[in-house]
């Protein structure tokens, strides 16, 4: 991520460095007024709607995978490489994350109506949403089929 919001596309991921992540970090205080975080995925769409003035974003959950990584798997220079390649985008994820917590916090009020408002109309759309979403699928494959 420091790469893209720090504007440096074209450096390989060992190539940033400290500079890229300044850049990066002042880039994303000055033009990200509204982001999500994964770990807090319901509350991120409830803020998102709240700073759009759009109603609440349903969704399904589909496609989930239950394969986790056994860091067991890697070897020592893989982890290695693994962790320098990463090294500036953890510290970006925590600026991030702190910014994230410290607007939850601020909209509270907000995150709590907006959580329940979330769970019931998903609940009560889940077969609707599902259904839509498996059309949109098959639709997508006739259409690749058929030329």
């Given at each position: 991520?420091?790469?893209?919001?720090?504007?440096?596309?074209?450096?390989?991921?060992?190539?940033?460095?400290?500079?890229?992540?300044?850049?990066?970090?002042?880039?994303?205080?000055?033009?990200?007024?509204?982001?999500?975080?994964?770990?807090?995925?319901?509350?991120?769409?409830?803020?998102?709607?709240?700073?759009?003035?759009?109603?609440?974003?349903?969704?399904?959950?589909?496609?989930?995978?239950?394969?986790?990584?056994d860091p067991k798997e890697f070897d020592d220079e893989t982890e290695r490489l693994i962790l320098a390649c990463i090294k500036y985008d953890e510290v970006l994820y925590e600026h991030a994350l702190k910014r994230f917590l410290k607007l939850m916090e601020q909209k509270q009020h907000v995150i709590n109506a907006g959580l329940e408002e979330l769970r019931k109309g998903n609940e009560k759309r889940k077969t609707i949403l599902s259904l839509r979403g498996k059309a949109s699928l098959l639709y997508s494959y006739l259409k690749i089929k058929l030329k």
């Open positions: 991520m420091v790469r893209f919001i720090s504007g440096n596309i074209e450096k390989q991921y060992l190539e940033i460095n400290e500079e890229d992540l300044r850049q990066a970090l002042k880039n994303f205080d000055a033009h990200f007024n509204i982001f999500g975080i994964t770990e807090y995925f319901n509350e991120s769409l409830v803020l998102l709607s709240d700073y759009m003035h759009w109603p609440p974003l349903y969704y399904v959950k589909e496609n989930k995978s239950t394969y986790k990584i």
